[in-house]
């Protein structure tokens, strides 16, 4: 018997740690294969279905492997979850002294000096920010960590936080006054200490994306990479080896050099004036932008002589506060920073419209009063395996979604790994058979009919009926949520709860403590999202999730795939599709007594012939197109 099979049988420490614990052969099957990846420095792809006990069987090897390990998670929340409580657990339970630490991106962490330069410059865009601030200030005496998120009071989205944290862009390093008690700087310190660090994916690309412009280390070199949520990774490292400039950066620049004119350069008004002028070049190229709301390719706008005129302003007057900081930078580190930043900005507007035809995907976004201009490589797969490369170490993938009709290829060429990986299935434990039940609802109208909402309402209306409320309705675009809130809100007897109306958190408490509600929701709640019990027993599905051909990324990615002679349905948007699917499934069984019906409304799953890769891709359940069998099954349940 392995050393993992002992702690994860009926006499490991696990058993003896956790009240309730029950030894399943899936979790010792995937804790052997990791064990055995990080033993031999092997990359691993494991996909572990719901209800493995995934966590554990990867931390526990981790742990006992002897080898210095950076756990990497899709959220914070599983980040803060794994070091809070998932791995003090474990390291008690196996009496193992392993340093552990914990490491967020710099915005998750406390900066006293722009904390004390926010209280100097005075000016609140916002009603009760200087309240916020002043409950930082008090909170900032008391915080031994720093992280942002101990400070209940202050909302984490709350604008003020953008004052009192700092960004690569905006942090003086050493020759900040502030260096000694820097939050940050003590984590980081933390963690290159540390023999397991657990990060997230936004921070371990962002730290590849570094270290790739030459910069230093931000997190320690590892034996072995552990990644969570690992279905998540293609997309975030098209983020972070991507580039965008928004008007966010710009209010941050406006912002920080009119600070440091009141500091270091009251003696140059014509700084206050380059400021006035960037202020009003950042807006007027938001106005000829359009509307709020758009997330468009840049052609659409390029040729427009208004547009390309108030880029041209934006990247001359950026220029020129550029050049006018560089004769004051050596007053100190404030404007020299300021003035880098400048130079940098006006660099990025010149190579978005010089981006190389073909590499990347040129694109926008507008809201009510900002803009984000980004460049999205079309293939990140030759980029990460090259920086694979350059980290000898073993690589764990895992998740409970990373195959498509059993196979692994769709994952593995996104993220370019290579045929060397070792792949790994483990089924859930849990008893879809005689548990679950999916519901393909006849005669429905196609979803691109006219028709087709209101035929999936009925039919949705008929399973929320017969179980009693107790359900996720989950959504493929907002305009049918809010349809949907306002049908359900009227036909319904039970309480309706709609993504937007309050927080996630909020939301799943309000939904848990009803017993019978019915929740709306869209992208966010397909996955990630874990309500145990009978207060949650049929999640319903409107479409299947093709992602939008409209989007400007999905759009472009399918035309170079084109240009490669592939086939961007079957290669790109099936089997993505059928991940997102899986992920929505997920929600359902959620522990070993749950039980519920899984509708999907959309008539493709049965009536195409690539139908049958989303009806492979689910857990084994019971299907029926009868209203009544469902019926039947919450009366049996």
Known sequence: MSETDHHLGPDGALAGALPGFQPRAEQQALARGVAQALDAGETLIAEAGTGTGKTFAYLLPALLSGKRVIVSTGTKTLQDQLYQKDLPLLRNALDLPVRTALLKGRTNYLCLHRMDMAEVDARFDRPGAAGQLQAIRQWSTLTRSGDTSELADVPNDAPIWGRA??????????????????????????????????????????????????????????????????????????????????????????????????????????????????????????????????????????????????????????????????????????????????????????????????????????????????????????????????????????????????????????????????????????????????????????????????????RAEDVIRASGGRAFVLFTSHRALHEAAEVFREDLGYPVFVQGDASQNLLLERFREAGNGVLLGTNSFWEGVDVKGPALSAVIIDRLPFASPSDPVIQARIDFLRRQQGNPFRDYQLPQAVIALRQGVGRLIRDQADYGVLMIGDPRLTGRSYGKQFLNSLPPMSRTRDIEVVRAFFGHA
């Open 165 to 458: 944290t700092s960004t690569a862009d905006n942090c003086l390093g050493q020759d900040c006054p502030r260096f000694d008690d820097c939050f940050l700087m003590a984590a980081r310190r933390r963690a290159q200490e540390a023999e397991l660090l657990v990060v997230n994916h936004h921070l371990l690309l962002a730290d590849m994306a570094l270290k790739e412009g030459g910069f230093g280390e931000v997190l320690p070199t590892a034996d072995a990479y552990v990644l969570d949520e690992a279905h998540q990774l293609p997309d975030v490292a098209a983020q972070f080896f991507g580039l965008s400039i928004s008007s966010r950066q710009f209010e941050e620049l406006i912002r920080d050099t009119h600070a440091q004119y009141l500091r270091e350069a009251g003696d140059q008004p014509a700084l206050l004036d380059e400021l006035d002028r960037l202020r009003k070049a950042m807006q007027d190229f938001r106005l000829v932008l359009g509307g709020a709301g758009q997330r468009a390719a840049w052609s659409t706008l390029a040729a427009d002589p208004q547009v390309v005129d108030a880029m041209a302003c934006l990247r001359t007057v950026t220029e020129g506060l550029a050049a006018l900081l560089e004769t004051l930078a050596e007053r100190g580190r404030g404007l020299e920073n300021c003035h880098r930043r400048a130079g940098d900005m006006a660099t990025l507007l010149q190579r978005f419209n010089d981006a190389e035809a073909g590499a990347f995907v040129q694109w926008y976004e507008t809201y009510a009063q900002a803009f984000i201009l980004r460049l999205t490589p079309l293939d990140v797969g030759e980029q990460f395996q090259a920086r694979m490369n350059r980290h000898p170490a073993a690589w764990v993938f895992t998740s409970a979604t990373l195959s498509v009709n059993a196979r692994f290829d769709h994952f593995s060429a996104r993220l370019g790994i290579g045929e060397e990986a070792r792949t790994l299935r483990v089924d859930s434990p849990f008893d879809y058979a005689n548990n679950a039940l999916l519901y393909a609802p006849s005669g429905m109208p196609e979803p691109s009919s006219p028709a087709y909402l209101e035929a999936f309402l009925k």
